[in-house]
C-alpha cells in the first residue's frame, strides 16, 4: 500500500504527545509493509532537513518552517493549528507530490494536517475515484478547544480562543465528511464524531508505547517526598491547568514539606513569572531525559481540568512505575480503576491534599504502581496500532 501521510511535522525529536503519536503510528505502519511518504514541515531540533530524502525506508518530503504572523493566522479562514502549515512552499510540495505519484491512501495527521484538504478534494474531485482519506484525529477538536476557549481568565484572549475553536470546528467537521475512515484517540472522542455523523466509519487508535521500563522500582523512604509533573506546556490548555493547579497545591505542598517538580518546556516568561511565586514548586524547563526525574519522586500527577484526550505522559508514568494521582476524568484510555491501580479526585485542591495524604505510605504507592503496570503492560503495543489501521484501509 503506498501511504502519503500528511502531518504537521518531522515528528523526531518526540518530545510531546503530538510528536509521539504521529511518529508511532509512521513507524507502525512502514513496519507494517505500508510504503510511506511523509509530508511536513522540517524541524531545526531533528537530523533531517528540507528537502526530499529516504530514511528508514521512509520518504520524507519536507519544507523548510517559516512561521506566518499571529495576524495572517487570524484572518486565515484556518485554525492556528493548521495554518501554520500552510506555507508557499509546503503547498508546492503537496502538488507535486499529488500530479506526479499514485497512492492507495493519503492521511491526515491530525487537524493541523487539514491545510491540505482543499488540495486534495480539487486533484481528485470525484469520491469514487480518489485514493481512500483517513483522517486521524488527536483530539475531538470542536469539543475540545470550545471548553478550553471558555475557561480562559482573559477576556480578550478568550474571544480570539472562541473565534479560532469555531475555525476548528468547521474544518474538522469537513475532515470527517470527506475521510472513508476516521480515527479516535478515545471511545469518547469516537462517540462525539459519530454523534454527529452516525454514517461514517470511527476506528479508536489509542497510542502505544515504545519507552522504557522501570521494572523492579520500589518506592521507600529514602526517595524524596516529591511529586512530579511531566509535559510540554506549550498549549494554552496546558499552562492553564498547571497554573490553576499550581496555585492551590503550591502552599498546601510548602506548609507540609512536601515538594512538587514541574518537567518539561514551556517559554521562559511563562517558567519565569511561576517560579516568582512558587514556594515548593520546581519548574526544570526543558530536559534531555525525564527518568532520572521519574526515579527520585514519590508520585505522579495528571492536574488537567482542560485538554481532555489520551495524555501519552500517563503511559510513561505507568511504564517506570509511578504511583498516579488524577483529577476524574483526565485519563481516558487507559484501564486504570479508582482506588485499585489510581486514585482519582474531583478537583485541584482535593488531589493537592490527596497527595499529601498518602506520600508517606510507602507501602500503597508500591501498591498503585504494581496494579497500574499489570493492568498495562500487554496493551500498548505500537506494532498492533499500525496493523490494525492497515487492516482498517484495506477494508474500505
Not at 471511545?187 to 461514517?200: C, G, H, K, T, V
Not at 506520600?359 to 496500532?385: G, P
Amino acid at each position: 500500500m503506498r501511504c502519503l501521510w500528511l502531518t504537521l511535522a518531522d515528528p523526531e525529536p518526540r518530545h510531546n504527545g503530538q510528536y509521539i503519536y504521529s511518529g508511532g503510528l509512521i513507524d507502525a505502519m512502514k513496519q507494517g509493509g505500508a510504503q510511506m511518504h511523509v509530508l511536513g514541515l522540517a524541524r531545526p531540533e531533528s537530523h533531517r532537513r528540507d528537502g526530499a530524502r529516504i530514511d528508514n525506508g521512509v520518504h520524507w518530503w519536507l519544507s523548510d518552517h517559516r512561521p506566518r504572523s499571529g495576524l495572517q493566522s487570524l484572518v486565515s479562514m484556518l485554525p492556528h493549528i493548521a495554518d501554520r502549515s500552510w506555507t508557499p512552499d509546503l503547498r508546492r510540495v503537496l502538488d507535486a507530490r499529488l500530479q506526479n505519484d499514485s497512492w492507495d491512501t493519503i492521511v491526515f495527521d491530525g487537524i493541523s494536517a487539514g491545510w491540505a484538504l482543499d488540495q486534495v478534494i480539487r486533484r481528485f474531485p470525484d469520491r469514487r475515484r480518489r485514493p481512500k482519506l483517513v483522517y486521524v484525529s488527536h483530539n475531538h477538536e470542536a469539543s475540545l478547544r470550545c471548553e478550553v476557549a471558555n475557561h480562559h481568565e482573559d477576556f480578550l484572549k478568550r474571544q480570539v480562543l472562541r473565534y479560532d475553536a469555531l475555525k476548528a470546528a468547521r474544518l474538522e467537521h469537513r475532515l470527517v465528511d470527506a475521510a472513508d475512515l476516521v480515527t479516535a484517540i478515545t471511545e469518547d472522542d469516537a462517540r462525539q464524531y459519530l454523534a454527529r455523523r452516525p454514517d461514517r466509519r470511527v476506528d479508536v487508535l489509542t497510542p502505544g508505547y515504545a519507552g522504557s521500563h522501570g521494572v523492579g522500582r520500589r518506592i521507600t523512604n529514602a526517595t524524596p517526598r516529591r511529586a512530579v509533573i511531566v509535559g510540554s506546556f506549550d498549549w494554552v490548555a496546558k499552562r492553564m491547568n498547571l497554573e490553576q493547579f499550581v496555585a492551590v497545591a503550591d502552599p498546601l505542598f510548602a506548609a507540609h514539606g512536601a515538594e512538587l517538580q514541574v518537567i518539561g518546556s514551556a517559554e521562559e516568561t511563562f517558567l519565569n513569572r511561576m517560579r516568582r511565586n512558587a514556594s515548593a514548586t520546581q519548574f526544570t524547563g526543558p530536559v534531555d531525559g525525564v527518568l532520572d526525574f521519574m526515579r527520585d519522586a514519590r508520585i505522579a500527577l495528571v492536574a488537567e481540568r482542560h485538554g481532555g484526550g489520551f495524555k501519552l505522559k500517563v503511559l510513561d508514568y505507568i511504564f517506570n512505575r509511578m504511583p498516579i494521582l488524577a483529577l476524574s476524568g483526565s485519563v481516558a484510555g487507559v484501564p486504570l480503576r479508582h482506588e485499585d491501580s489510581i486514585l482519582l479526585y474531583e478537583d485541584y485542591e482535593s488531589l493537592a491534599r490527596g497527595v499529601l495524604q498518602v506520600i508517606d505510605d510507602c507501602e500503597r504507592l508500591n501498591q498503585l504502581q504494581d496494579r497500574a503496570y499489570a493492568a498495562c503492560h500487554d496493551q500498548f503495543d505500537w506494532t498492533s496500532r499500525g496493523e490494525r489501521l492497515l487492516s482498517a484501509v484495506a477494508t474500505l
